[in-house]
């Protein structure tokens, strides 16, 4: 028996499609980040990381809506880097023509882009961190675990402000 694709069907898909209750949520666990290429540093891992707050930033540099959150992430970076702030952009393309490792490594010389950055072209940490959505932050505490996550543009002070208050908890045990 066939069922037929009625247009609240195609509605509800699209709503489970685009739930954010997927992605990795406050409270957990962060996934890894682990990746093969990373750009501006050496490899990264969440272990390697612990002790610091981390800020997870899903991008791609052919999304506008991640070139308008970037100077945000660079500003933080910037700013709290010295108070325990990490930054792992994970570049995870959406089109064919943004696999191009060296155009990424282009981008991030002509923008001042100095946080550490993982090529996921196969989008494995995409998959380990359930995201759907360019740009995408999940803030990690010093214990590795998510507390906060924004997905599009804005709410910047809030963002900040999350680092503030992640920053200022002590690292205590995981």
Not at 72 to 78: A, E, F, L, P
Not at 88 to 115: G, N
């Amino acid at each position: 028996m066939r069922v037929p694709v009625t247009g609240l069907a195609l509605a509800l898909a699209a709503a489970l499609w685009a739930a954010p209750v997927t992605a990795a949520r406050p409270g957990e666990p962060a996934p890894d980040f682990a990746g093969h290429t990373w750009l501006n540093s050496g490899p990264l891992t969440l272990a390697s990381e612990r002790g610091k707050a981390v800020l997870v930033y899903f991008w791609t540099f052919g999304c506008s809506n991640c070139r308008a959150v970037q100077p945000y992430v660079r500003d933080w970076y910037d700013a709290y880097r010295d108070a325990g702030l990490q930054v792992v952009a994970v570049h995870a393309p959406e089109f064919p023509w943004e696999r191009d490792v060296d155009a990424v490594a282009r981008y991030l010389s002509e923008h001042d882009v100095r946080y550490p950055v993982v090529i996921d072209n196969a989008h494995a940490v995409w998959r380990r961190y359930n995201n759907r959505y360019w740009p995408a932050l999940y803030l990690v505490d010093r214990r590795g675990r998510v507390r906060y996550r924004q997905f599009g543009e804005g709410r910047y002070d809030e963002t900040r402000r999350w680092i503030e208050r992640v920053l200022a908890e002590p690292p205590g045990p995981g």
